[in-house]
């Protein structure tokens, strides 16, 4: 979408209310449901999914997604960006419960530049249980903080990444932490191929009673598996190959992530929501 000042945006954003896929006790793709998309010139688009279920699993009792994209015409703002996932009703195994859950991501990225505004304001549980019984998530919205000076990615930015550093100490400190968590959070970046990545969580502090252990925003049940709650990984690359500027910055919030391991088997992941435009100088 061109803007009149020499660049050019593609917006780029999707929601999801729930997908996955099961192995036990039956062999089943959670496809995709409510998933929303938003075109490269932007506009929006909204999906809207009444009660679902897979067997006695997983199920909802209704979810609606949107996404937007469209340029701010305040003067000084530049191309903003809206990805919502809602799912109410939800049901996986008897064991992770909710009246709703709302996931919600909103950038803003400058008329010139590569490296966007975010905020999750709006995303909350309402009513999440495990296991019966009700557990309260304080949410940090705000850990993103100010965006970072000129093009300095969030991955490069000291202030962010300490705050990314303390929430994952959290989940460290445990002696005794599962493999599976271990090596997920062995350390607070990764570097790849033309560019770099790092994974968090929104969450702060879990408070109620729950069967199981919990390392910071990770709750292991026995007999049923791993729920990761408030997950964001955020991406910087470019696709040039110069280490030295972040052309794209992939923001991808899951609300709920389960990992079932025992008397079922299978991959969940509830309330998505994830941007990943971008500009360009030059018209092009």
């Known amino acids: 979408m061109p803007a009149g000042n020499g660049w050019t945006h593609r917006y780029h954003a999707e929601a ?9 006790p039956i062999k089943q793709p959670i496809e995709r449901q409510a998933h929303a998309k938003v075109p490269e010139r932007g506009g929006y ?4 999914s009444d009660d679902y279920r897979v067997e006695g699993i997983v199920s909802y009792t209704g979810a609606h ?22 799912v109410e009703g939800l049901n996986v195994l008897n064991v992770v419960t909710a009246d709703r859950v709302v996931g919600q991501i909103s950038i803003e990225h400058p008329l010139e530049g590569y ?10 549980f309402y009513n999440l249980r495990i296991a019966g019984k009700p557990i309260e998530v304080d949410l940090d919205l705000e850990i993103m903080g100010e965006k970072p000076d000129g093009d300095c990615s969030y991955t490069r930015h000291p202030g962010f ?5 303390n929430r994952l100490g959290i989940v460290r400190a445990h002696a005794e932490l599962p493999e599976e968590i271990s090596a997920r959070y062995a350390v607070d970046r990764r570097e790849f191929d033309n560019g770099e990545c790092t994974e968090f969580s929104l969450v702060r502090n879990i408070e109620g009673t729950f069967p199981g252990k919990r390392y910071g925003h990770v709750i292991d049940i ?6 990761y709650l408030g997950v964001v990984r955020i991406e ?11 052309k794209e910055t992939l923001i991808d919030l899951t609300m709920v992530e389960i990992k079932m391991g025992c008397i079922a088997s299978g991959h969940v992941q509830v ?14």
């Open 236 to 246: 910087h690359k470019n696709p040039d190959g110069n280490a030295n500027t972040h």
């Open 222 to 227: 026995p007999h049923f598996g791993k729920i």
């Open 161 to 165: 990444m300490e705050r990314v550093a």
């Open 65 to 86: 997604t949107q996404v937007a994209g469209h340029k701010d015409d305040k003067p000084g703002h530049g191309y903003t960006t809206l990805a919502t996932s809602v």
């Open 115 to 124: 490296v966007p505004t975010v905020t999750f304001l709006g995303t909350h």
């Open 271 to 284: 309330g998505t929501a994830k941007t990943n435009g971008g500009s360009v100088p030059g018209g092009g």
């Open 16 to 24: 999801t209310a729930v997908e996955g896929h099961l192995r036990l």
């Open 45 to 48: 688009v909204s999906q809207h």
